[in-house]
Nanobody, 117 residues
Framework: QVQLVESGGGLVQPGGSLTLSCAASGSSFSFRIYTVGWYRQAPGKQRELVAA???????NYAASVKGRFTASRDNSKKTVYLQMNSLKPEDTAVYYC?????????WGPGTQVTVSS
C-alpha cells in the first residue's frame, strides 16, 4: 500500500514563500522510478499540473509558475518538494502530490495554500 502525505501548506501574504513537502511510504514502493508531480485545484476550477520531476530529474512547469516555483525530489527520503516564491492570490488552491509510473497512479489528500493579505 502506497501513501502520499503532503505538508507545508498554509496562509501567506502576496509576495511570500512556502515550501510544500510530500512524503511517500510503502514497503515495496520504488519511489525513484516514478515521475512525481504537484497539481493544484482552485474552487470552481479543474485540477491542473503545477510541476513535475521525472525519474531522471528533469523538470516541467506550468507557464503560470515558471520562474517562481521549483520542484525537486530526494529519492533517499522518498520525498518531493515544491518551493514556491513570489506567491500571488491566484496561486490559492489545494495542492496535491502525485506519483505515476506505468499504470500506477497515486495521490495525496492535498494541502491548502491560501495567498491573501
Amino acid at each position: 500500500q502506497v501513501q502520499l502525505v503532503e505538508s507545508g501548506g498554509g496562509l501567506v501574504q502576496p509576495g511570500g514563500s512556502l515550501t510544500l513537502s510530500c512524503a511517500a511510504s510503502g514497503s515495496s514502493f520504488s519511489f525513484r522510478i516514478y515521475t512525481v508531480g504537484w497539481y493544484r485545484q482552485a474552487p470552481g476550477k479543474q485540477r491542473e499540473l503545477v510541476a513535475a520531476v521525472s525519474s531522471g530529474g528533469s523538470t516541467n512547469y506550468a507557464a503560470s509558475v515558471k520562474g517562481r516555483f521549483t520542484a525537486s525530489r530526494d529519492n533517499s527520503k522518498k520525498t518531493v518538494y515544491l518551493q514556491m516564491n513570489s506567491l500571488k492570490p491566484e496561486d490559492t488552491a489545494v495542492y496535491y502530490c502525485n506519483c505515476r509510473w506505468s499504470n500506477a497512479d497515486y495521490w495525496g489528500p492535498g494541502t491548502q495554500v491560501t495567498v491573501s493579505s
